[in-house]
């Protein structure tokens, strides 16, 4: 049965700012706007709304905090230059000689984000029409910082739907499709899952059309598709043309024969 998120969303208007672009939001959404002085935490789960100039996704226990927005700022002891050395288990992975790589399931964003400040050219794709929007202000705040200014960088270019439909109406051929769906948990106990990764899986849910997806890739992609995975889950696409480990996860790695 297909998740009615509409109904456990709504965006939080707090008396400041401009309250046309809440507003609109909550139009594109279709969700309620909330005043903040006629907050019910009993009718919804979360809430949109701005803090900091940043689109966040608050619960109710973080109501009062900043909530989760999609980072855009380097990770811990990445370098600061652009583009960032191609090391690690993704840069292999992802190939020497691939260029252009679209993110199928982009869920908040830093598989993109990190791909992108490698010097891959990054095409973002996203079903979820919550995290479509945060992606978007995160993206829109990345292309506003100094350094891609003054490099005249634009962001990830970013679609919104499901990446079944969408990858074969690129109007390009990719030569990877990177694909990070959303696994099951495991049932042995395990530490806590990171608080973004759980409100995401409570927004969406598993993607059991993952399978789908990735016949879908292989048939796109002109080098390789890429499955991001946890380290217990059994490979997607069947025995992969090699495999690159990271902590917990490893990455799949397809290699295809389609022409670019």
């Keep these: 049965m297909k998740y009615d ?18 507003e609109q939001l909550a ?17 919804q789960l979360f809430f949109l709304s701005w803090r900091d100039g940043c689109l966040s996704l608050l619960d109710k226990e973080s109501i009062q905090k900043s909530g989760l927005t999609v980072e855009i700022d380097h990770r811990q002891g990445e370098q ?8 690690g288990a993704l840069a292999q992975a992802l190939g020497r000689k691939t260029r252009t790589v679209v993110d199928a399931t982009a869920g908040w964003g830093q598989d993109s984000l990190a791909m992108f400040r490698m010097g891959y050219g990054v095409l973002s794709i996203e079903r979820s029409p919550i995290m479509a929007e945060l992606l978007a202000d995160g993206f829109g705040r990345l292309a506003k910082l100094e350094w891609m200014q003054h490099l005249k960088l634009a962001p990830p270019q970013l679609l919104v739907g499901s990446a079944i439909d969408m990858l074969e ?3 390009f051929q990719p030569d990877c499709i990177y694909l990070d769906p959303m696994f099951p948990p495991k049932r042995k106990k395990s530490a ?9 899986r409570n ?17 796109v992609a002109g080098k ?17 043309s090699e495999s690159f480990h990271g902590k917990l996860l ?11």
């Design 5 to 22: 998120w509409q109904k456990d969303v709504a965006v939080l208007y707090e008396g400041q700012g401009d309250i046309e672009s809440f």
């Design 27 to 43: 139009t594109r959404l279709g969700i309620p706007l909330i005043i903040s002085q006629a907050l019910n935490l009993d009718n």
């Design 80 to 87: 600061r230059s652009w583009p960032i050395a191609k090391s």
């Design 169 to 171: 109406q690129l109007p």
């Design 192 to 200: 806590l899952a990171k608080k973004s990764i759980m409100v995401l």
């Design 203 to 219: 927004l969406v849910g598993d993607d059991l059309d993952k399978e789908q997806l990735f016949v879908t890739a292989f048939k």
């Design 224 to 240: 390789r598709v890429v499955v991001k995975s946890p380290d217990y889950a059994e490979p997607l696409g069947g025995k992969p």
């Design 250 to 260: 490893r990455y799949d790695v397809y290699l295809t024969q389609n022409k670019v």
